[in-house]
């Protein structure tokens, strides 16, 4: 009697823990299930997150560039802004032609305003592509940087000699005697090249510096090229990016052949070397991207306007 009582309390006990499990169980599943499906529906709002509005527009060259591309339908603010990413990088005049095609595509910033993005340009002359990245520099299709003021004044990376130093010491007075440029020892005759366009203003020679030149580049930083055994440019002449200003040698006051590079920005002078690296032309992240716009912006001229053009 008393071992059958205790027997039917613990099929009560089981029972009742049965059931609670049961309970548990249901209320478990159903509230992760709910929160699963929180999760799906946050995955997909993250999906529909705000494309950033862009607009494409094409038009065909007639006599002026500007004037082609304000009747596209691009607005005032639009064209200073592609005239922007365009840079120097295209020339509006000499490398336009009569029913040339352009394709250009205007996004909204997080203030609202327009901005040109990207800009495709299939030329008689020119196939030109440029895009804004999302670090606010301007590519190209291969992820190279456009906007990359200096190239490098010779023709390949000699060895640094001596490097840029404001404390360097003086070996024999022990006195400091900043290294206000970069060192690169070159054979005499190496080409030099102008890091930029700019303008010759000074052609000279002095017992320290040798043959040497000053250009005001266009931006309005100075460089100047020392120990030059021939200069090529005159004073007052235009130069550009990667023209010949002359050869390296050994003139002034050196211990052997080299070319001293000194660049002042704002009227100071910097590490061209550092400075240069920080200006890294290449960014691999954009290649892609550039690709993409690139592509899809031949898509929408190739779309919208008659293509009578052989493709070179
Ligand atoms: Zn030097």
Redesign the pocket.
């Known amino acids: 009697m008393h071992l059958a009582k205790d027997h039917y309390l613990t099929r009560i006990f089981f029972l009742t823990s049965f059931l609670i499990s049961i309970v548990f169980y249901a209320y478990f599943s159903l509230t992760t299930k709910s929160s699963n499906a929180e999760q799906e529906k946050a995955v997909k709002t993250q999906e529909v997150e705000p494309v950033p509005k862009s607009t494409t527009v094409t038009g065909a060259v007639k006599y002026s560039f500007i004037s082609s591309i304000l009747s596209s339908g691009l607005s005032n603010s639009e064209l200073k802004s592609l005239l922007s990413l365009l840079g120097d990088n295209f020339d509006i005049i000499k490398s336009v032609n009569n029913g040339d095609k352009f394709s250009i595509k205007t996004q909204h910033d997080t203030t609202d305003t327009e901005f040109v993005s990207a800009f495709y340009y299939m030329g008689s002359d020119i196939d030109f592509f440029a895009m804004r990245g999302t670090d606010d520099n301007i590519y190209i299709e291969n992820g190279y940087r456009l906007n990359n003021r200096y190239s490098f004044p010779l023709p390949k990376h000699f060895r640094v000699s001596?490097s840029f130093d404001l404390n360097r010491k003086h070996p024999i007075t022990n006195r400091i005697l900043p290294?206000?440029?970069?060192?690169y020892a070159t054979p005499v005759g190496t080409e030099v090249l102008s890091l930029s366009d700019g303008i010759v203003m000074k052609s000279l020679y002095n017992r320290f510096a040798g043959n040497y030149l000053t250009i005001k580049h266009t931006d309005g930083n100075y460089a100047r090229y020392?120990?030059l055994s021939q200069i090529d440019v005159n004073i007052g002449e235009r130069v550009t990016k990667g023209q010949i200003i002359g050869l390296t040698g050994n003139s002034g006051r050196?211990t052997g052949p080299?070319l001293?590079?000194?660049l002042s920005v704002a009227g100071a002078p910097v590490d061209f070397e550092k400075y240069i690296k920080a200006e890294k032309s290449y960014n691999e992240q954009f290649v892609y991207i550039a690709q993409a716009e690139r592509k899809q912006l031949i898509k929408s001229l190739t779309k919208t306007l008659p293509l009578n053009q052989p493709s070179t």
């Not at 290294?179 to 060192?183: A, L, R, V």
Request: cysteine-free.
């Open positions: 001596s290294h206000f440029g970069t060192d020392l120990h050196t080299h001293h590079l000194e």
